[in-house]
């Protein structure tokens, strides 16, 4: 493949997208036996997800990450503390 197209490491790219929850899910609670009841708090709230998109090349370049909120106005303080360059924007559809 690389006689019939000579990419450069520059030119080879990888793009992967993740979605988060913002809801939290507990861990495993272990109990004694004798226990009538254990629980955990949980949240109530509808499970909202969080898309992150970043790109890199195999030389090493990359293209600075996106994440994208689903909601009508993007705010600027929803990326503090993000990577350097880091892209926020928001969606109305989700």
Known sequence: ????HPL???NVRNLDEIG???????VRVIGDI???QIGAATSEKREINV????CVSAAGTFVPS???FPRVYYK??????AP???IGMATSSG
Do not use: D, F, L
Not at 20 to 26: L, Q
């Open 1 to 4: 493949m690389y006689s019939r």
């Open 8 to 10: 450069q490491p520059q």
């Open 20 to 26: 988060c929850s913002t809801v939290h899910k507990p």
């Open 34 to 36: 004798k226990a009538k």
């Open 51 to 54: 898309s992150m998109i970043a």
């Open 66 to 68: 996106a994440i994208t």
């Open 76 to 81: 600027e303080h929803m990326i503090n503390n």
């Open 84 to 86: 350097p360059g880091t």
